[in-house]
């Protein structure tokens, strides 16, 4: 069996993949119907950041005010093990859909989203090397984390489950990439949490510190914003009384700082 035969074997049980373009023996672009989509048990690629579902809804809302066909395409890898495909890019519009599913019902109506076709951009037998290449070229123009190109899954896997810790505690305070004080995106809390990872030599045995310094951080904030009038603040000069009641609402005042500021209060922390 050639190699581009093979190619199309591997993918021939996925219900209603169809290749429109073989870009090379272990490459192609397929086509696919939203129905036979939505069945697809897609995985995260291992390396990949975790989805913002803010950022999700976010499109989820967009494309239900428009309510146009929609034109996505995914950048995938196959998993042989697994005989499932892994999203290397596009796991926001993914999620996007996934929200879509739940609130739409396959009618006349709808059919705007269930008629629509989807291009996934399929890799096959790619070598880890080469797929973490492709990830870095499709991102350029947004910048991946190291954390998620690296092989340290010890540091992976702690600054995760610190971030899914406040992510899940303090939800309303992480909205997309276009937040106002006092909030932040995941993304950028993540860059934070690396921060101190890599600053204070965090490791399995430890882990706990970064809990530690954050909540102490968060105390001397707000020690700082409360001792004080608003206007005269050394946090951030430009903070409103709406900012800093909705911080004493949910106990978090991490964000109402500068990212400079915050950063420096890091540094300044004293084991």
């Known amino acids: 069996m050639s190699s581009s035969t093979k190619t199309s074997s591997e993918l021939s049980h996925f219900v209603g993949l169809k290749i ?4 090379s023996p272990t490459h192609c672009t397929c086509k696919i119907k939203m129905n036979n989509f939505l069945m697809l048990n897609i995985l995260r690629w291992k390396f990949n950041r975790p989805a913002n579902l803010e950022r999700s809804q976010e499109i989820a809302n967009s494309l239900l005010h428009k309510k146009q066909p929609l034109s996505f395409i995914f950048q995938c890898i196959y998993n042989k093990e697994e005989k499932k495909l892994e999203i290397i890019d596009g796991l926001h519009r ?13 009618n006349e109506r709808n059919e705007w ?9 399929c890799k096959i037998n790619n070598t880890e090397g080469e797929v973490i290449d492709w990830f870095q070229s499709i991102n350029k123009c947004s910048p991946v984390l190291d954390l998620y190109v690296n092989r340290n899954d010890e540091k992976r896997e702690i600054v995760e489950e610190v971030v ?3 992510y899940s505690k303090y939800t309303v305070h992480f909205k997309g990439l276009n937040h106002n004080i006092p909030n932040t995106s995941r993304e950028k809390f993540t860059e934070l949490i690396c921060y101190i990872y890599d600053s204070f030599n965090i490791s399995l045995e430890n882990k706990k510190l970064i809990t530690k310094i954050l909540e102490h951080i968060n105390n001397d904030i707000l020690d700082k914003i409360g001792s004080v009038k608003l206007s005269e603040n050394k946090i951030n000069p430009k903070l409103t009384k709406s ?4 911080c004493y609402k949910s106990g978090l005042f991490l964000f109402l700082a500068t990212k400079n500021k915050l950063y420096q209060l ?3 922390y004293k084991l």
């Open 20 to 23: 429109v373009i073989k870009h």
């Open 94 to 106: 993914y999620y996007a859909i996934k929200i879509l599913k739940e609130q739409l019902e396959d």
């Open 113 to 121: 989203f269930y008629n629509s076709y989807l291009l996934i951009e």
């Open 164 to 166: 899914n810790e406040y």
């Open 243 to 246: 900012q800093v009641d909705k």
């Open 266 to 268: 890091i540094t300044e």
